[in-house]
């Protein structure tokens, strides 16, 4: 059974730019989440989807969105990048709305 | 602020004895636990989830929650070098009228040959 599948893995961007993420939760999973992971903040919730509505939001800014499709793939956009947005974005999925994550390797952002 | 808080360590355990985690919470409403594996370099992996106050066992690692007290813990008996990791401790929390599950920021555990 395939896993928690994240495009690309690296990334590098320049400041201003905007990037678009990409997660295939695992086969089933309608939930999937979205977070971000600095080494001083540690794993901060972006957001959570559940059959293509937005569940639940964390709190950052609205250059950060997502939006889910029908077959529950999961993409994460962040407009006008700043050098603080460089970290480890992680997706990760559910069966439904009360067991724990999978996480999928996530996509490392590095903005320059 | 709704908060879960952990040690951030680093802890150090020899070898074959017992390594304790914990972990506290500030919502009393939260109902679901889990406990997560991070290796260097790695994402999160889920090993234990817990629901009810009391002791959960599955293998080495025993979860133990205590609502009263607000506070969840992992237990890992016959602690290998593998079990050096940093790990998470998970809780779902409700913040208007949505759940959302909030992570400490983590204990790094190092197990001492």
């Known amino acids: 059974k395939a896993g928690v599948t994240q495009t690309p893995r690296y990334l590098i961007k320049t400041r201003g730019q905007q990037v678009t993420l990409s997660c295939s939760p695992i086969s089933g999973h309608r939930s999937v989440s979205w977070y971000q992971q600095t080494p001083g903040q540690g794993l901060q919730f972006l957001f959570e989807y559940f059959s293509e509505t937005q569940r639940n939001k964390g709190n950052f800014p609205g250059r950060f969105s997502g939006r889910q499709f029908s077959n529950s793939r999961s993409e994460m956009n962040v407009s006008t990048l700043e050098l603080g947005d460089s970290a480890l974005y992680l997706c990760?999925?559910?069966?439904?709305?009360?067991?724990?994550?999978?996480f999928g390797s996530g996509t490392r952002l590095t903005v320059v | 602020q709704k908060e879960v808080e952990q040690n951030s360590g680093p802890l150090s355990v020899p070898e074959g004895a017992i390594a304790s985690l914990n972990c506290t919470y500030s919502d009393r409403g939260s109902q679901s636990f889990f406990w997560y594996r991070q290796y260097s370099g790695k994402s999160p992996e889920l090993i234990m989830s817990?629901?009810?106050?009391g002791d959960k066992e599955d293998g080495r690692f025993t979860a133990q929650l205590n609502k009263a007290s607000q506070y969840v813990s992992l237990l890992i008996r016959d602690s290998q070098p593998s079990d050096s990791a940093t790990y998470l401790c998970?809780?779902?929390?409700?913040?208007?009228?949505?759940?959302?599950?909030?992570f400490g920021t983590g204990t790094r555990l190092t197990i001492i040959p």
């Open positions: 817990i629901y009810s106050n």
């Open positions: 998970a809780v779902k929390e409700w913040d208007f009228g949505n759940e959302k599950l909030t």
């Open positions: 990760a999925s559910r069966p439904g709305t009360v067991e724990g994550y999978t």
